[in-house]
């Protein structure tokens, strides 16, 4: 517990508050967000998503080490696609390598145009987008033993076929230089934010998570500090201010609901003005209208409802020159 001292009384704080600095980089709803990483990664995204932020989230699906979530960004800045010899057959189902599992299919060639066309979107996305957002969850590697193929989802292949290694802070840093400068070349203005997931990879042992999340700070500020990106600190706000159980899910590794609100609003305070802060409210507002699920559908109180949310849908529409959301 500290003693701080408010005017003429004394305040038991209770926490470590963290308290990112005003970024002189503001985001707003004209710009363009090309996220990529971890589930955290997923997570804010949908937040950006629902708060009326134009979105491209993890183009090959979710992926947790920095090397993948690279190659991912740097085959996405080139539109380097795929080609069959590429896939593999794992069980009923093609695959990626270089994907997750949600990218797969019975049929080979739907599996290739699922991740082809994804990564073309990708690309044209990424060529007027204005920030890139990467979210590292950890430094550990998975490759293959025959080849040496890295792994951004290992697709529960069995252990004996994976070697295991921990990147090195200047592999890390690297890595990202090399993303940064693919992605200037496609986009000069292109801004980066680079974030550490702040779920815990316990089944990599509790030390090697440490000496994990360790080489990605490292990695992160060297990064930052040779192309004045900017970091975000949502692993220390879950690690030092939100480090209670309670600000835990049920399996005590991954953030609640509510400390990855708590998260987005310090997120909010960072990069958002004051006009954008409103309007994410309006689009919370209007979330939170068509989320509703009524008793009676057909109630004239429902349908009155309704008109409400679209109205407000239009003036947004309006607001931002978009042709639609939320459809």
Not at 54 to 73: K, R, T
Request: include cysteine.
């Amino acid at each position: 517990m500290r003693i701080v001292a408010n005017s003429n009384k004394v305040v038991m704080k209770f926490f470590t508050e963290v308290n990112p600095q005003p970024s002189q980089i503001k985001i707003t709803h004209g710009d363009k967000l090309l996220l990529a990483g971890s589930c955290f990664t997923e997570n804010i995204g949908r937040r950006f998503e629902r708060s009326g932020f134009e979105v491209c989230i993890n183009p090959f699906g979710i992926a947790y080490n920095p090397l993948s979530i690279c190659d991912c960004i740097k085959r996405v800045a080139k539109e380097e696609l795929f080609v069959e010899e590429e896939l593999v057959k794992i069980g009923e189902y093609w695959k990626s390598y270089s994907h997750h599992g949600d990218f797969r299919s019975e049929n080979r060639k739907e599996c290739l145009q699922m991740i082809n066309t994804a990564l073309s979107n990708a690309h044209s996305f990424l060529s007027d987008a204005r920030f890139v957002i990467l979210t590292l969850g950890t430094a550990w590697i998975y490759s293959l033993k025959e080849n040496g193929k890295l792994l951004a989802n290992c697709h529960k292949l069995p252990s004996q076929l994976i070697d295991r290694s921990l990147c090195s802070v200047e592999r890390v840093a690297c890595s990202l230089e090399e993303t940064f400068e693919t992605c200037r070349s496609l986009n000069p203005s292109v801004q980066f934010i680079l974030t550490i997931s702040p779920i815990r990879h316990w089944r990599e042992g509790f030390r090697d998570n440490m000496l994990s999340k360790s080489v990605l700070h490292l990695a992160t500020e060297t990064f930052c500090r040779k192309t004045s990106s900017i970091y975000f600190p949502s692993y220390e706000i879950m690690m030092d201010e939100l480090r209670d159980y309670r600000f835990y899910a049920d399996d005590m590794l991954h953030p609640s609901e509510k400390a990855e609100t708590y998260i987005w609003e310090k997120f909010q305070q960072t990069f958002f003005s004051q006009e954008t802060t409103g309007l994410v409210s309006e689009f919370e507002k209007l979330y939170s209208m068509l989320s509703h699920r009524p008793f009676n559908p057909q109630s004239e109180q429902y349908k009155q409802h309704l008109q409400k949310a679209e109205k407000l849908k239009q003036e947004l529409n309006e607001r931002l020159g978009r042709k639609k959301i939320y459809d």
